[in-house]
C-alpha cells in the first residue's frame, strides 16, 4: 500500500509521462486519449464534489457538461459565420477565444445548477436522482428540438478555439491546456475540501441535524456545492467540444451523467484524485477492450460491480487502504 | 423576569389525535438548571424538538432572550446562541473529535464560512477548540474519528459542540442516557460546572442526576406540565408521585 499524497503524484506524473512518451514518438491519437482523460477527470472533479463531498446523488450533471459544450458551440458557430448571436438591444459576437468561451460556459452552467439545484435540493434520495436526471432530459430534448444549433445531428466547428500564445491544433499544446484546467480544478476540489465549508458539507452529508445545530443551513451548504459542481463541469463540456470540434445533445443524455459518475466511482468517491483514477481507467479499458468488442461495457460493468461490492473507496482506495485515516 | 433566557408560551402540537404538548409555558432563568421529568411517551423530545425549532408547534411560541424565534429554523436559532445535544447521536462518524469542535467554533466565529483557506490554518479558532475539548476532558482523543469513541465520549462531544456556539440557553435531551455510574458521574459534575456558563433546560431519565443538578424540575405527562417547583416540592408532590415518581424515589 502507498500514501495517497504519493498515488496523486504518481497519477499526474503517469498522464504527463504519457504524453510525453506519445510526443517523442510522434503517436498524436495517445495525446488526444490523454486530453480526453483529462477532461473527462475535470467533469468527475465537479461531480465529486456534489457526491463525494455533499452525498448529492446528480443523475444530471450532463446537464451542465452540455450546457459547457453548447456555450462553445454556439459562440464558435457564430465566430465561424460572422452572424452576430444578438443585435439589439446589444449587440454580441460569437467568439474563437476558449478564454471567453470558458467564463461563459462557467456562468451559464453555474446558472442552471442554481436553478436546478434550488428546486431538486429540497428532495432527497431517490427523489433527488429522479429530478436531477429529468432536468438533464429536458435540456436533451430542448437540445435535439432546437434547428438553430443542429438539432439531432449537433453543430460541428470546423477549426479549434483559440487560446492566445497558443496552437491548440496542435495535440500536445491542447492537452497542456486541459491538463492545466484539471490541475486548477482539482486544487479548487482540494482547498474545498479542506475548508471550513468544506467540513461543513462533508458533515452534512454525514448528519443534516449535526450541522444545523452549530447554526449551518445544509440547504445553503448543498446548493453553493451543486453550484460549483455543476460550473466545474460545464467547463469540461466546453473543453470537450472543443477536443472533439463538435457539440451534440448527446452530451446532455444520461450516458454521459452515467459515465461521469463512473469516473468518480471507479476512482474513488470522495477522493481528490478519485476521478482523474476514474476517468484514466475509462479511457483506457474503452481503447483496450472496444478493440476486442463493441460490447466492452460488459467488463466495464463486471469491474463496476467489483469496486462497489469490494472496493468502496474505488481504485484510488484499494491502493492506499489503511493510509488515510488516522487514530 | 429580567433574567429570563428562554420561555415557551403555551406550546401545543399534536400528533392526529395525539396531544404530544398540551399549553406548556416554562422558562429557564439565568444561572440555573431547569429539569423536566417524566414517562417515556410524555412528550419531551417534541418539546425539545419545538423549542429548538425541528418541530413546529401549532400553537405559542418560543422566545429566546426576549426575541420571538418561533418561526426561525433550527440553524437560526442555533446562531442565537439557542445549543443543544441529542438523545440519539447526531455525530459525523468519519470526522475527527477535533473537526466536529472546530467547525462549531468555525461557524460560530463567522456564519459564511470560507471555502478556500484550509480550516486548520484557523489558529485562533483551533486553539478555542482544544480548550473546549479540555474542558469536556476530550484532548487525550481530539485526533480519534468519532466511530472510534465510547458510548460516553460521544456524549462528552456533544457538548463540546454545544459550548463552541458561546450558548444562550443549552437544551440537553437525555445526555446521561446509556452511561454507566462513571459517566453519569461525570457527565454531572460536567453539567454542574456548566450552569454559571449558560442555564441548561434538561430533560432526563436519570432521577440521582435530576435531583443532583436541577434547581427547578418541571414534569410533564401526556403532554401536560402537571408540576413545576424545587426538587423537595416535586419529591413531595402527590400526583408526581402518582404520575412518574412513585417507584423511583
Known sequence: MISEKLLNGALIAGLLLVVLHAHLTDAPFTITLATKVAILAVAGVGLNIALGLGGLVSLGHAAFFGIGGYAMGILASHAQSYVPLMQSPVLIEGTKSMPVIWLVALLASALAALLIGALSLRTSGVYFIMITLAFAQMFYYFAISWPAYGGEDGLSIYVRNGFPG????????????????LVLALLVSFRLRTSPFGLALNAARQSTARVQAIGQNPFRLRLTAFVISGAITGLAGALFADLNRFVSPTMFSWQTSGEIMVFVILGGVGRVMGPLAGAALFILLEHLLGGVSDYWHIYLGALLLGVVLFARGGLVGVLTEGRSGDD | MTDVILRTEGMSKSFGAVMASEDVSLDLRAGEIHAIIGPNGA???????????????????????????????????????????????????????????????????????????????????????????????????????????????????????????????????????????????????????????????????????????????????????????????????????????????
Open chain 1, 166 to 181: 497558443l496552437n491548440t491544433l496542435d495535440p500536445i499544446q491542447y492537452f497542456l491546456v486541459c491538463f492545466g484546467v
Open chain 2, 43 to 249: 412528550g419531551k423530545s417534541t418539546l425539545i424538538g419545538q423549542i429548538c425549532g425541528a418541530i413546529e408547534p401549532d400553537r405559542g411560541r418560543v422566545v429566546l432572550n426576549g426575541a420571538d424565534v418561533t418561526e426561525l429554523p433550527v440553524h437560526a436559532r442555533a446562531q442565537l446562541g439557542l445549543a443543544r445535544t441529542f438523545q440519539i447521536s447526531t455525530l459525523a462518524m468519519e470526522d475527527s473529535v477535533l473537526e466536529h469542535v472546530l467547525l462549531g467554533v468555525l461557524s460560530t466565529d463567522q456564519p459564511r464560512l470560507g471555502l478556500w483557506r484550509g480550516a486548520k490554518s484557523y489558529r485562533s479558532a483551533e486553539d478555542r477548540a482544544r480548550t473546549v475539548l479540555e474542558r469536556v476532558g476530550l484532548s487525550a482523543v481530539a485526533s480519534r474519528r468519532v466511530a472510534k469513541l465510547s458510548h460516553a465520549q460521544r456524549r462528552q462531544l456533544d457538548v463540546a459542540i454545544a459550548l463552541t456556539l458561546r450558548p444562550k440557553a443549552l437544551v440537553m435531551d437525555e445526555p446521561m442516557a446509556g452511561l454507566g455510574t462513571d459517566g453519569s458521574r461525570m457527565m454531572t459534575e460536567l453539567l454542574g460546572r456548566l450552569r454559571q456558563e449558560a442555564p441548561i433546560l434538561l430533560v432526563e431519565h436519570d432521577m440521582d442526576a435530576v435531583f443532583a443538578l436541577a434547581d427547578r424540575i418541571s414534569v410533564l405527562v401526556y403532554g401536560k406540565i402537571i408540576a413545576s417547583g424545587s426538587v423537595d416540592q416535586i419529591r413531595s408532590n402527590a400526583d408526581v408521585r402518582e404520575a412518574y415518581l412513585g417507584d423511583l424515589l
